[in-house]
């Protein structure tokens, strides 16, 4: 079983750019699909980003499509989020998500972290 855990989060101005880094405390990501996803507290959870166990890009949302970068490194046993361009609409808080490959639901969610993007 893999627990994800998040890192990266904090205080950024409007425009700024931040990494995310999302790593295990459990088994290793490396055979895991692992996603992004982010949420404010009065909507749903918003999809970002995913990758393959072998690095593969499998989609951005909307939202921050042509401004976010995901990739890993199995080495590392780190799955790494990046987003240029921040805007205030960007403030949430954000999970790492970890599942089977063959499996349509991930199983694994962080406990995230706080992005707070400052006008």
């Known amino acids: 079983q893999v627990q994800p855990v998040e890192s990266g989060g904090g205080w950024i101005q409007t425009g700024g750019s931040l990494r995310l880094s999302c790593t295990t405390s459990?088994?290793?990501?490396?055979?895991?699909?692992v996603g992004w996803y982010r949420q404010v507290s009065t909507k749903e959870r918003e999809f970002l980003s995913a990758?393959?166990?072998?690095?593969?890009?499998?989609a951005y949302g909307d939202s921050v499509k042509g401004r976010c970068t995901i990739s890993r490194d199995n080495g590392k046993n780190t799955v790494y989020l990046q987003i240029n361009n921040l805007k205030p609409e960007d403030t949430a808080v954000y999970y790492c998500?970890?599942?089977?490959?063959?499996?349509?639901?991930?199983?694994?969610w962080g406990q995230g972290t706080q992005v707070t993007v400052s006008s």
């Open positions: 998500a970890a599942r089977e490959p063959m499996n349509m639901k991930y199983e694994y």
């Open positions: 990758i393959t166990s072998s690095g593969i890009v499998m």
């Open positions: 459990g088994r290793t990501f490396g055979t895991y699909v």
